[in-house]
């Protein structure tokens, strides 16, 4: 049956502003510590509604993006039930191809998986979401001169394809893990809507 999930993105790192793994270059300072949040605002997976239900991942990225052997650990929303926690992993861990399956390929090993309260949160494409107690971080978007957001598109990477990705800072970013502290401002931030379907 396949899957349909769509919703928002946000994602923060370390990395400056812009992120260069977005276009294909080594990260600042040659490796990349993020977080990817996906707020699953309606989707199913082989028929499990995992509507209103949200998937994180901190991912250490290593060197350059594309050259996968990220280490990640996951995230799952604490109110998903057995059935729907599956169902989330099996899309983002690759195993119903697709588009998910895409970045999937770029993960080396998963060094833990959790279930999670998951406090997401967006107005417009301006947000803050909150990890337990792993990861707090909000971001905005930067504006152009004619006062609409500034967008990447056409990127030979992304954690949203087919979508233009709103790129802008994260006024704060920490995360505390095994062997991870991270207490940033104002560095790299992205966020978008995304429609995936396998």
């Known amino acids: 049956m396949g899957y349909q999930l769509e919703g928002q993105l946000l994602e923060v790192c370390t990395c400056k502003i812009l992120c ?9 300072g040659g490796t ?4 990817i949040a996906y707020n699953l605002r309606k989707g199913t997976v082989n028929g499990v509604d995992v509507s209103n239900l949200v998937f994180a991942a901190l991912a250490h990225i290593p060197g350059n993006v594309l050259h996968g052997n990220w280490r990640v650990r996951a995230y799952v929303d604490a109110r998903a039930n057995p059935q729907q926690k599956d169902a989330i992993l099996a899309v983002f861990t690759g195993k119903l191809g697709g588009p998910c399956a895409e970045i999937a390929k770029l993960i080396g090993e998963v060094l833990s998986v959790e279930q999670v309260p998951i406090h997401f949160e967006v107005d417009g494409i301006k947000g803050s979401f909150r990890i337990g107690a792993v ?38 970013f920490r995360a505390n893990a095994p062997g991870l502290q991270i207490d940033l401002r104002n560095h790299n931030a992205i966020s978008g809507s995304f429609l995936f379907a396998a």
Do not use: H, M, N
């Not at 260069?20 to 600042?28: A, S």
């Not at 990349?32 to 977080?35: A, M, N």
């Open 135 to 172: 990861v707090d971080a909000a971001l905005e978007p930067y504006v152009g001169a004619t006062g609409q957001p500034t967008t990447l598109r056409d990127t030979i990477f992304s954690t949203i394809s087919g979508s233009p990705a709103y790129v802008g800072k994260a006024s704060q």
């Open 20 to 28: 260069p793994c977005w276009v294909g270059e080594d990260p600042d």
């Open 32 to 35: 990349c510590d993020g977080v």
